[in-house]
C-alpha cells in the first residue's frame, strides 16, 4: 500500500520531512518513514499553483488580437494548463498520485490550499474515487503539531467544497481580467489613450479606494470649531471636565447662545460637585494578532506594508517561529497554549536579559 503526502511547496515537504524519523532526498519528492506513517510512504511538492487557467488564445487563436467583436469571452468549458516551467515537476507528483493508493493532501489548511491541491488531482487525470484522500489539517508547522497532525488525518472531501469555492474566485478573476483588460484599454484607445491597462476583480476596485481617498486629503478643507470644557480645582486637585453629552460648535455665535442658555461663563466661577461615580474597570489582555492587524500595527510603528509583513511572517512561519499567518484567527489551539506555558519561563528569562 502506497501513501503519496502532497505539500504546497517545497520548505512546507522539507518541514514535514524534519518531523519523520527517517528519509530520502529523489529528484522532486523524499521517502520517508515514520511509526505515525504507513509502511511506504513519499512527499512531493508543488511550487505553489502546478497548475492555472489557460489564457484566451489557448481557447482560439483569434484571441492573440483583441477586439470589441471578441468580446466577451465566456467559454463553456474552463481549460486549465500546467505551465511549461512547471511540467517536470507536475510529472513527478502525477506518477506519484497515480501509483497511490492513499492521497494526503497536505497544502496550506485554507481554501487556496484546497484548490492547489485538487487542481493538481485533477489535471493528473486520477480516478479519486479509486483512492483514500485524507486531509492534513494544522495551523503550525512545529513538529508536535505535524505529528500530531497525522495521527489525525481528516476525510478530505469534508474540504472539496472549499476547493470548489476557492475554483470560483479563481474563475471569476479570469473573467474580469481578461474581458475587463481589453474593453478598458480598447475603450481608452478609442479616446486618444494609449497603452495596455489591467483590470481585476480585487486590484481594480481596491486601486479606486486609495485614489477616492487620496481625492478627499488633496480636497480636505478644515474647519474651525469650538469646544466647551472646564478646569476644576477640588480640594487642591485640578481635573478637566467635559461637556456631556460632547458637542462642538461651528461659530462663536452659537457657542454663545448655548452658554446663555445654560447660564455659563467664562472665567472663575464656583460650583457644586453633586455626584461622584466610582467603578472598577477591568481590562482584559489584548488578543494575539490576526494577520490584518499585525499589518495594521507593523504599518503604523515602521512604514512597512501589508506585502512585505506577509513575507516576513510567511519566512518566520516557515522557520516554525510563528503558527500558520494566512489568517484572520485571533487564538491558537489547545495543543499550542500548552507548549507555549511550558516554555513560559525561558520567555521570561529573555525578557528579564
Known amino acids: 500500500m502506497t501513501t503519496v503526502i502532497l505539500a504546497e511547496k517545497p520548505s512546507q515537504a522539507r518541514s514535514y520531512v524534519e518531523a519523520f524519523k527517517n528519509s530520502t532526498k529523489k529528484e522532486g519528492y523524499f521517502s520517508v518513514s515514520d511509526p505515525v506513517l504507513a509502511n511506504e510512504t513519499f512527499i512531493t511538492y508543488g511550487f505553489g499553483h502546478l497548475v492555472e487557467l489557460a489564457t484566451p488564445e489557448k481557447y482560439d487563436q483569434k484571441y492573440k488580437r483583441w477586439s470589441f ?4 469571452i465566456f467559454p463553456d468549458k474552463y481549460k486549465f494548463i500546467v505551465p ?3 511540467k517536470t515537476q507536475f510529472k513527478i507528483v502525477k506518477d506519484l498520485l497515480m501509483k497511490a493508493d492513499t492521497i494526503i493532501i497536505a497544502t496550506d489548511s485554507d481554501r487556496e490550499g484546497e484548490n492547489i491541491a485538487w487542481s493538481i488531482m485533477n489535471q493528473a487525470k486520477i480516478n479519486l474515487k479509486s483512492k483514500t484522500i485524507k486531509r492534513l489539517w494544522i495551523n503550525s508547522l512545529e513538529k508536535d503539531a505535524i505529528l500530531n497532525g497525522f495521527k489525525n488525518l481528516k476525510d478530505a472531501w469534508n474540504y472539496y467544497p472549499a476547493y470548489q469555492e476557492a475554483q470560483t474566485r479563481q474563475i471569476s478573476d479570469w473573467l474580469v481580467g481578461m474581458n475587463g483588460s481589453p474593453l478598458y484599454t480598447l475603450l481608452l484607445r478609442q479616446s486618444g489613450v494609449r497603452g495596455v491597462y489591467s483590470i481585476g476583480r480585487v486590484q481594480t476596485p481596491t486601486l479606486y479606494m486609495v485614489y477616492q481617498r487620496d481625492q478627499e486629503i488633496k480636497n480636505f478643507k478644515p474647519e474651525p470649531y469650538f469646544e466647551i470644557s472646564a478646569e476644576i480645582l477640588a480640594n487642591r486637585q485640578k481635573f478637566v471636565a467635559k461637556l456631556d453629552p460632547y458637542q462642538r460648535f461651528k461659530d462663536e455665535g452659537s457657542l454663545t447662545s448655548f452658554m446663555e442658555a445654560k447660564d455659563l461663563r467664562i472665567g472663575f466661577r464656583e460650583a457644586l460637585i453633586k455626584d461622584v461615580l ?11 494578532f490576526s494577520l490584518s492587524s499585525l499589518q495594521s500595527a507593523i504599518n503604523k510603528r515602521y512604514h512597512a506594508s501589508a506585502s512585505d509583513v506577509l513575507k516576513a511572517v510567511q519566512a518566520l512561519y516557515e522557520a516554525k517561529l510563528l503558527t500558520y499567518p494566512r489568517t484572520d484567527c485571533n487564538y491558537i489551539t489547545d495543543q499550542e497554549f500548552n507548549y507555549l506555558f511550558s516554555n513560559l519561563t525561558g520567555y521570561l528569562s529573555l525578557v528579564s536579559n
Do not use: H
Open 278 to 288: 466610582q467603578e472598577t474597570k477591568k481590562t482584559a489582555s489584548p488578543r494575539l
Open 69 to 72: 467583436s471578441n468580446l466577451p
Open 84 to 86: 511549461r516551467d512547471k
